[in-house]
């Protein structure tokens, strides 16, 4: 026996209307979602550590997400998890024509824009006739990379600018209007405007060709490095971060960057 046709059958057991797992057994698509986007943030996480032994045992936890859902919807009918990887394969099949095709497919497959034009042809075998430009975006995406794919939707059918001047001097505006929703003191307002800079920045980013998410994230890290690096002179000077002034924890900020 295969070990996923183990895990399968493990993943059946704890569903078992009599002598499954309670917890499991209560579950359905909405309340393992959120355990489904940890698993694969924590993936992410390995990764950016570079722990192998770690993206081993979160690769089996995201896997296990996976095997979850196919269960509840084999249990309702639809579909089983052979019908997952099967659907995955395929999709891999047709849209990698420069491996898996005949000769012509593959040259036509390894030109230019080959891969954006097999996902539009796809695009429009699924397409309702009344569907909307940015439907099927997932609401569940990190906003600034949702963000990014609503703005590059609306760029299909021309609603952009023409280059990363429009955007920038965007900025610009958005940030007066946020000086002014703050001079007014309307904290909605204030959210809404901060709302409206975050989404300009992250158009600028996708004009500059720059991940907006990865972006963040090095700076993210960049920061946790460094502020790191203040608390360890602090212990090392015997004080607490806590203790100095703005000007003391400025001086330190200035020596961790250097």
Same mark, same amino acid.
């Given at each position: *026996?295969?070990?996923?046709q183990k895990l399968l059958e493990v993943m059946a057991r704890l569903r078992d209307p009599a002598d499954g797992c309670p917890w499991d057994r209560e579950q359905d698509f909405a309340s393992i979602a959120p355990y489904t986007l940890e698993e +694969?943030?924590? %993936?992410?996480?390995?990764?950016?550590?570079? $722990?192998?032994?770690?993206?081993?045992?979160?690769?089996?936890?995201?896997?296990?997400?996976?095997?979850?859902?196919?269960?509840?919807?084999?249990?309702?009918?639809?579909? $089983?998890?052979?019908?997952?990887?099967?659907?995955?394969? $395929? /999709?891999?099949?047709?849209?990698?024509?420069? %491996?898996?095709?005949t000769p012509e497919e593959r040259a036509r497959g390894a030109e230019p824009g080959a891969w954006e034009r097999i996902k539009a042809e796809e695009r429009r075998g699924k397409e309702d006739p009344g569907a909307g430009a940015l439907d099927g975006? +997932?609401?569940?995406?990190?906003?600034?990379?949702?963000?990014?794919?609503? +703005?590059?939707?609306?760029?299909?059918?021309?609603?952009?600018?023409?280059?990363?001047?429009?955007?920038?001097? /965007?900025?610009?505006?958005?940030?007066?209007?946020?000086?002014?929703?703050?001079?007014?003191?309307?904290?909605?307002?204030?959210?809404?405007?901060?709302? $409206?800079?975050?989404?300009?920045?992250?158009?600028?980013?996708?004009?500059?060709?720059?991940?907006?998410?990865?972006?963040?994230?090095?700076?993210?890290?960049?920061?946790?490095?460094?502020?790191?690096? *203040?608390?360890?002179?602090?212990?090392?000077?015997? %004080?607490?971060?806590?203790?100095?002034?703005?000007?003391?924890?400025?001086?330190?900020?200035?020596?961790?960057?250097?």
């Amino acid at each position: *026996m295969s070990e996923i046709q183990k895990l399968l059958e493990v993943m059946a057991r704890l569903r078992d209307p009599a002598d499954g797992c309670p917890w499991d057994r209560e579950q359905d698509f909405a309340s393992i979602a959120p355990y489904t986007l940890e698993e +694969a943030y924590e %993936v992410a996480d390995a990764i950016a550590r570079d $722990d192998l032994a770690a993206l081993r045992e979160e690769l089996g936890d995201l896997l296990f997400q996976v095997v979850f859902h196919a269960r509840l919807a084999e249990e309702a009918g639809a579909f $089983d998890f052979d019908a997952v990887a099967a659907a995955i394969t $395929d /999709k891999l099949v047709r849209r990698h024509p420069h %491996v898996f095709g005949t000769p012509e497919e593959r040259a036509r497959g390894a030109e230019p824009g080959a891969w954006e034009r097999i996902k539009a042809e796809e695009r429009r075998g699924k397409e309702d006739p009344g569907a909307g430009a940015l439907d099927g975006i +997932a609401l569940a995406l990190p906003a600034l990379r949702r963000a990014e794919k609503l +703005a590059a939707r609306a760029a299909r059918v021309g609603f952009d600018w023409p280059d990363a001047d429009g955007p920038r001097a /965007k900025l610009d505006e958005e940030l007066a209007e946020l000086d002014r929703a703050r001079a007014a003191g309307d904290a909605s307002q204030v959210t809404e405007e901060l709302g $409206d800079l975050l989404f300009t920045v992250a158009n600028l980013a996708r004009h500059l060709e720059v991940d907006a998410e990865e972006a963040l994230a090095r700076a993210n890290r960049k920061f946790e490095r460094r502020f790191r690096r *203040m608390e360890e002179a602090a212990r090392t000077a015997g %004080v607490r971060l806590a203790e100095l002034s703005p000007e003391a924890l400025e001086a330190y900020w200035e020596a961790a960057k250097s």
